[in-house]
């Protein structure tokens, strides 16, 4: 018999004997309350099934529930000592997805360390609200830059460029891009320069790192910080020379918070301000663009001073869009 929040799971027949290996989940909040009585699924390398082209891995899946304490113990063979492991629809809670553990080898048929604890956070469902939510620039839909060298105003509530270059009416980020050194080729060296300004005293934007497709579906804080906005954010890419790669000057686990619509009172205090969220980087493409390609995610708060960033995709205010231009993370 076994404890509670524990769950032991066989492996077919094996040609082989596959080492052990044993781990123990502790879900809790991100208050650090337990979480119980949530299942958590495990999944673990199980042979290589050839086919076509290089074939696929076939991985097996185990499952456990948390005891009152929010803890489960789970038991299985692998042959890499690999584990990925998620929580899935939970009432109440943001799922939590596709985190993994690397066990460091194998003794007399015991992967090691041997039953480590791995803390597990799941995120309650507090607040969720209407927002302005979109993807610009994704796949069949280029967002490209009206100009280069001259600043351009994008509206996030219109989701358009500003006039006379779209129906926007207020520059809420504006782009500036600079070639130091132009693009012809893509074998040779180019230097560009992409700069995201604001139109306010006030308005600005900061970093906040987070892996995509990992860990808590709302990847963010629920809350966009206070302060800590910058005015500017540049983003740099190209080719430093014809024998070196092409930088991006992206990274996958960039995200950001902004700050726009900023009114300041006569100290110069916050009196009214809209903020929001990023999701994934900044990108700009000059390669298949007379001037760039720009792509980015974002989720507009529409309520003055509100910083919940707690998206509900169900109400989005742009109404329903076209499948690739929509947001349906929170």
């Not at 899935?88 to 360390?113: C, H, I, M």
């Not at 469902?125 to 993807?135: C, L, S």
């Not at 950001?256 to 990023?278: C, H, N, P």
């Not at 001073?305 to 231009?325: S, V």
């Amino acid at each position: 018999m076994f404890a509670a929040g524990s769950l032991i799971a066989q492996q077919p027949q094996q040609t082989k004997e596959l080492p052990k290996a044993q781990m123990t989940f502790r879900v809790t909040t991100d208050d650090g309350e337990p979480v119980q009585n949530v299942e958590v699924t495990t999944s673990t390398f199980l042979r290589w099934q050839p086919g076509e082209g290089f074939g696929k891995d076939i991985y097996q899946d185990f499952k456990g529930k948390t005891d009152e304490k929010g803890v489960a113990t789970l038991s299985f063979a692998s042959e890499r000592g690999d584990c990925r492991y998620s929580i899935f629809d939970v009432p109440g809670y943001y799922s939590t997805r596709n985190l993994e553990y690397q066990f460091k080898e194998a003794k007399e048929g015991k992967w090691q360390p041997w039953n480590p604890t791995v803390d597990v956070m799941l995120k309650p469902i507090i607040n969720p609200i209407a927002m302005h939510a979109r993807k610009m620039g994704f796949i069949t839909v280029p967002l490209e830059l009206p100009q280069k060298g001259q600043p351009v105003g994008f509206d996030l509530m219109a989701g358009d460029w500003v006039a006379p270059h779209g129906k926007g009416s207020v520059a809420d980020l504006v782009f500036t891009l600079k070639e130091t050194i132009p693009f012809v080729r893509v074998e040779d060296p180019f230097d560009v320069t992409l700069t995201i300004s604001f139109s306010n005293k006030g308005d600005g934007i900061q970093s906040s790192l987070a892996p995509i497709n990992k860990g808590s579906d709302l990847r963010l804080p629920r809350s966009s910080p206070k302060e800590g906005y910058e005015q500017t954010l540049v983003k740099e890419s190209g080719r430093p020379s014809a024998k070196k790669p092409i930088n991006s000057g992206t990274r996958e686990d960039q995200n950001y918070f902004f700050r726009v619509r900023t009114v300041l009172d006569e100290k110069g205090r916050i009196k009214s301000a809209l903020y929001g969220k990023i999701f994934g980087d900044i990108t700009s493409d000059v390669i298949n663009s007379k001037t760039a390609f720009i792509q980015f995610t974002y989720c507009l708060n529409p309520n003055p001073n509100d910083r919940n960033m707690e998206f509900d995709p169900k109400k989005n205010l742009f109404g329903t869009l076209p499948f690739n231009q929509r947001v349906t993370t929170p």
